[in-house]
C-alpha cells in the first residue's frame, strides 16, 4: 500500500538529490509546494527548465554568463583592472568577493580543485587558460582566493608551479584569520596556522 502519490515521491526524491538536502528538508519542500497555489509550482518549474538553456561560461574568465553572450562584463568593463586576476574555485566564489566591493581586477574560474579523492585532477582544471592569459593580458598580479582546506592549498601550489619563476609575475594569497568572535580553542590548525603567519605589528 503507497501511502504517498508516487508524483510527490518523485518529487521528495529529486529535491533530496540536491546537496544538503536530507529526506526530512526534501520532505518539507515538496509538502510546502502541494500546500501552495501552482503558481509557486509553476515559477520553480520554468526557472529549472529555462536554467541550462539560459547559461553559458565567459571564454576568458569561465565565470557564468548569460546563453549567448561570450565575455563577462566583469572582464570588458574598461573599469576593470585585467592586469589583476584574482583566480577562484568555482562562480559563485565571485560573488563573496564582488560584494566586499574593494576589487577592481577581474576574476579567473578554475571550475574547482585539485582533489585525487574525487577524481578531480590539475588537467581538468582551466589552468592552462590563466597561464595564456597571463602572457595575453601582460598580468602584473595573481591573486589567488581558493579555499583554506587541503584541495585549496595545493591548488594553490600547483598554479604557482604552472605560472614559474620566468614570469614576473606577484603571486599573491587571500590572508587567512580569526574570524571575530571565535575562540582560539574552536580554530581549526589551517586557519590558526594562517592566522599566525599574518600576524601584524600593533
Request: glycine share 8%.
Amino acid at each position: 500500500m503507497q501511502i504517498l502519490p508516487p508524483k510527490l515521491i518523485d518529487l521528495i526524491e529529486a529535491f533530496g538529490a540536491l546537496p544538503g538536502v536530507g529526506p526530512r528538508t526534501a520532505e518539507r519542500y515538496a509538502y510546502y509546494l502541494v500546500r501552495h497555489d501552482t503558481a509557486s509550482s509553476q515559477k520553480l518549474s520554468q526557472a529549472l527548465t529555462e536554467l541550462h538553456s539560459g547559461i553559458g561560461y565567459c571564454k576568458k574568465t569561465f565565470a557564468l554568463v548569460p546563453a549567448g553572450q561570450d565575455i563577462s562584463d566583469l572582464y570588458s568593463d574598461p573599469r576593470r583592472d585585467k592586469k589583476v586576476i584574482a583566480v577562484v574555485a568555482e562562480p559563485f566564489d565571485i560573488v563573496a568577493l564582488e560584494k566586499t566591493g574593494q576589487f577592481s581586477g577581474t576574476y579567473h574560474v578554475l571550475g574547482g580543485l585539485v582533489s585525487p579523492i574525487d577524481g578531480v585532477g590539475p588537467e581538468q582544471l582551466h589552468n592552462a587558460e590563466l597561464v595564456k592569459r597571463i602572457d595575453e593580458d601582460k598580468v602584473k598580479e595573481i591573486i589567488l582566493a581558493t579555499n583554506a582546506s587541503v584541495e585549496g592549498e595545493s591548488t594553490a601550489l600547483y598554479i604557482q608551479q604552472q605560472i614559474g619563476p620566468d614570469r614576473k609575475v606577484k603571486i599573491t594569497r587571500l590572508a587567512r584569520g580569526l574570524p571575530i568572535g571565535v575562540d582560539l580553542e574552536y580554530a581549526d590548525q589551517i586557519t590558526l596556522g594562517r592566522a599566525l603567519e599574518g600576524r601584524q605589528a600593533l
